[in-house]
């Protein structure tokens, strides 16, 4: 099994420009799930979908940030305007079912510099 | 809104040291515990979990960890700590459906 997938791994981009992360989550895994990691934040869950439905965004930063999950083997985040800010690495973990009880998988994760 | 404390953001421990990572959260009800683990370029890892049951909990790599619910704690513990353990430990708490929350992780640095 080749884990979760992100795309890019790294990411430089400047200020205003649009930029799209990419997840494919381990085949067969009902939940997908957004994270960003910073210095000062720590781990922050952004948004997780099951059955490819968004069940919880509340932990969307602002109306910058979007996420869709178009089937169950794809996800996106989009910043759209990047901000310096938003330079962190964003992770995309999947689990096999919605109950609380199972580990997540964690990707590798994509560093994102906003200059 | 729930919270995970780990006190600690750095350790620096010899080998052979023994380790302890404190991890208290705040919720009164039931919840699931988790410790993962995050080696320097790579992804995070499971390295144990609770749910019920026996409060101590055994993991991979010979880590184990103790939930005290009256302390609302789940430390993490291993006896000997090897080189190879150096990484960045996150403590993290499941209060309701699959939303994590986690500490903000501690950083462990064993010297050969």
């Known amino acids: 099994d080749a884990g979760v997938i992100q795309s890019p791994r790294h990411e430089v981009t400047e200020m205003g420009q649009e930029v799209t992360l990419r997840c494919k989550p381990i085949s067969g895994h009902n939940s997908l799930f957004w994270y960003r990691q910073t210095m000062m934040r720590g781990l922050e869950l952004l948004i997780y979908?099951?059955?490819?439905?968004?069940?919880?965004d509340s932990g969307m930063p602002e109306d910058r940030f979007s996420a869709k999950m178009p089937n169950a083997s794809f996800s996106t985040l989009k910043i759209q305007p990047s901000e310096p800010r938003d330079s962190a690495v964003y992770f995309c973990?999947?689990?096999?079912?919605?109950?609380?009880?199972?580990?997540?998988?964690f990707g590798p994760g994509t560093r994102l510099t906003v200059l | 809104a729930q919270s995970v404390s780990q006190h600690n953001h750095h350790v620096i421990l010899s080998e052979a040291a023994s380790l302890e990572l404190g991890c208290n959260y705040s919720y009164g009800g039931t919840v699931n515990l988790f410790w993962y683990v995050q080696y320097p370029g790579q992804h995070l890892q499971l390295l144990l979990k609770y749910f019920s049951g026996d409060p101590l909990v055994k993991g991979i790599k010979g880590f184990e960890a103790e939930f005290i619910k009256s302390k609302f704690s789940f430390n993490l513990r291993k006896p000997s700590v090897q080189w190879s353990d150096t990484a960045e430990y996150f403590c993290a708490v499941n209060t309701g459906f699959q939303k994590l929350v986690f500490g903000t992780g501690t950083r462990l640095l064993v010297s050969p």
């Open positions: 979908f099951n059955n490819n439905v968004p069940i919880d």
């Open positions: 973990a999947s689990s096999v079912r919605g109950t609380g009880l199972d580990e997540q998988f």
